[in-house]
Nanobody, 114 residues
Framework: QVQLVESGGGLVQPGGSLRLSCAASISILTIDFLDWYRQAPGKQREMVASITRSGTHYADSVKGRFTISRDEAKNAVNLQMNSLKPEDTAVYYC?????????WGQGTQVTVSS
């Protein structure tokens, strides 16, 4: 019984930046984790970033370029994406869990192209 809504996707040139946001229907202070996943056409879905009560983690492919953080004023979790590459092109989803169930947003498209 949790709704997640991603926003901020779009078309950007290589080397550019985007900031994605995942707004939650419950307080983000009550959740143990929120993950960002992405899925490119013809490829397996992969986790790119995670924020928990203990800290943050990143996939090797995005480490040093992406930053995940909480935005308590907006009750959201953001994903700041810098130095974007064409291989970052994908639909990005946020994910969390509550009461033993996983919840996903609808996804937001990120396209990196010149």
């Amino acid at each position: 019984q949790v709704q997640l809504v991603e926003s901020g996707g779009g078309l950007v040139q290589p080397g550019g930046s985007l900031r994605l946001s995942c707004a939650a229907s419950i307080s983000i202070l009550t959740i143990d984790f929120l993950d960002w996943y992405r899925q490119a056409p013809g490829k397996q879905r992969e986790m790119v970033a995670s924020i928990t009560r203990s800290g943050t983690h990143y996939a090797d492919s995005v480490k040093g370029r992406f930053t995940i953080s909480r935005d308590e004023a907006k009750n959201a979790v953001n994903l700041q994406m810098n130095s974007l590459k064409p291989e970052d092109t994908a639909v990005y989803y946020c994910n969390t869990a509550a009461n033993g169930r996983y919840f996903w947003g609808q996804g937001t498209q990120v396209t990196v192209s010149s």
